[in-house]
């Protein structure tokens, strides 16, 4: 297990930008997964990418995964009030135990 | 579909006293996990467990805290003699299995105040 540094720690945009934030880790990795935190609420499971998959799209988010990097993007485009949150990368070697960091704080302006 | 449940959303305790915290995985999950996250960090890793057995307890103190997912009913996480420190944001997640590719469901959590 390792634990998935965010980048930036926090990010300000106006509603109907787009978002962008970046993880990296330091060990190969089997997926890597994306959380998103709301205020006083638990992590909801975004996207998982596959170390063999270089790019994945759901709905208006899009992950990229660079494994020579070791790194990984999650972009939001046209983002709303109600993306704001904390987003956490979890990279996985194929284990259960996931190692959080400290998330990016996103927070969109209405 | 009911998620992962959590109880209670709040829980106030003083100081030497213990403190339970309840979860019940989603249906068809039997592997859980439990996370602490204090303030302004992520959540750190406590323990995994299966139906009657303790997978990895490496993330738990070694001392207060025990944790058990019996036959029946919700997994428990139990610290006994709270302190301050104690005072944190605790999560319960599921899974169906194992593999690093089966996302982990989360619950909303246990926000535990320690007077």
């Known amino acids: 297990s390792q634990q998935g540094e965010e980048d930036p720690q926090a990010l300000s945009i106006q509603e109907g930008e787009n978002a962008t934030m970046n993880c990296s880790y330091k060990?190969?990795?089997?997926?890597l997964q994306w959380y998103r935190q709301n205020s006083g609420r638990g992590l909801v499971h975004l996207i998982l990418?596959?170390?063999?998959?270089r790019e994945k799209h759901s709905g208006r988010l899009r992950v990229t995964l660079d494994t020579s990097k070791k790194s990984s993007s999650l972009l939001i485009t046209a983002s709303r009030a109600a993306d704001t949150a904390s987003y956490f990368c979890?990279?996985?070697?194929?284990?259960?135990?996931?190692?959080f960091g400290t998330g990016t704080r996103l927070k969109v302006l209405a | 579909n009911a998620g992962v449940m959590q109880n209670p959303r709040h829980l106030v305790r003083r100081r030497g006293q213990e403190a339970r915290l309840r979860c019940s995985p989603m249906?068809?999950?039997?592997?859980v996990y439990w996370y602490r996250q204090l303030p302004e960090e992520g959540l750190k890793f406590m323990v995994y467990?299966?139906?009657?057995?303790?997978?990895?307890e490496s993330g738990m103190p070694k001392e207060r805290f025990s944790a058990e997912f019996p036959k029946e009913g919700p997994s428990i996480l139990r610290i006994q003699q709270v302190v301050r420190g104690d005072s944190a944001a605790y999560f319960c997640?599921?899974?169906?299995?194992?593999?690093?590719?089966?996302?982990?469901?989360f619950g909303d959590g246990t926000r535990l105040s320690i007077l």
């Open positions: 997640a599921s899974s169906p299995g194992t593999g690093g590719d089966q996302p982990q469901h």
């Open positions: 990418i596959r170390s063999n998959e």
């Open positions: 249906k068809g999950h039997s592997h």
């Open positions: 979890a990279p996985s070697s194929g284990t259960y135990k996931y190692i």
């Open positions: 467990l299966q139906k009657e057995n303790i997978i990895d």
């Open positions: 060990t190969s990795i089997n997926n």
